[in-house]
């Protein structure tokens, strides 16, 4: 059996355990699934994962639209609404980017490996740190990492990522990038999303574009999958908005799927530096935003 197939299988399982919280608990709920509007669900769903697929991020999206249409009736329930609603989606954006992009075994499992477990065993340490300064420092990261990546392409900086074709890392590349999805997983559980830098890191560390989407994609579908029970344990979502977002998310991962497989990967790359970008200056205006 080899990494591909063995981390197929752990999301796989990852997939069935929320799959059997998630359907038990709508079957237990059958006359209360909420009053929550499933045809605006489904387009929300839609849109959100479509632009999820591009590598853009689905839950701050998500969020701007269950505020702008009021979708819920509380904003307790977005939290687990965004885990629960996404799951489904985000797995089968990891399973189509994990059979149908190249990436070195060894490359793939261990940087997948690490963010979940830098999800796990971070979480106590990182919720500890300021979590405006942690979006500042990030932003600033990610924007001048932008640059660099635009500096590649456009020639100024030849040694930065022009071109770059490489499907797996070796040696102290391959430590950096196991060691920095750690610190991502960790992040995330400061709400600092994985997406945008893990596709900066992967860029600068010398792999294809291309190879960023199985790579943060399947980090995220594995804590999604096992996370989101426990908010359906609690029952704070929406059980009838996350059904339909659901399946309105399975359509949009579909369309983009097709469009991110079919695009050159300059064009690409140009569209992760742009990813980039817009979740820099997302998070330094976080960072910088005064307390409510």
Known sequence: MNLLTVLLVILGAGGVFFLVSFVMDVVKHKDDLGKENP???????????????????????TT??????????????IPGTLNVAHTVPVLMEAFLFLTGVK?????????????????????????KLPEKKIQLVMGVCLIVTAFLMASGQLGWLKALGSGNEAVGLTGIKLIIG????????????????????????????????LV????????????????????????????IGSLAITVGGVIGVTVAYTLVKSMPLEVLTWVIIAVVIVTGISMIKQGTKKEA
């Open 178 to 209: 196991v060691v920095g999805n750690f610190i991502l997983g960790a992040l995330m559980m400061a709400g600092v999303g994985l997406y945008a830098p893990c596709m900066a890191m992967v860029y600068m560390l010398g792999l294809s574009p």
């Open 64 to 77: 701007l639209l269950f505020k702008v249409t009021k979708f819920l009736d509380t904003d307790k329930k």
């Open 212 to 239: 960023a989407f199985p790579i943060m994609m399947g980090s995220c579908a594995g804590l999604m999958a096992i996370g989101s029970p426990e908010f359906i344990r609690a029952g704070n979502y929406t059980r």
């Open 103 to 127: 990436v070195e075994g060894v490359t793939l499992f261990s940087m997948i490996a690490s963010a979940i477990v830098g999800a796990l065993v971070g979480a106590r340490i990182v919720n």
């Open 39 to 61: 045809i605006l669900g489904f387009f929300i769903g839609l849109v959100t994962d479509f632009f999820d697929t591009l590598g853009i991020g689905s839950f701050a999206p």
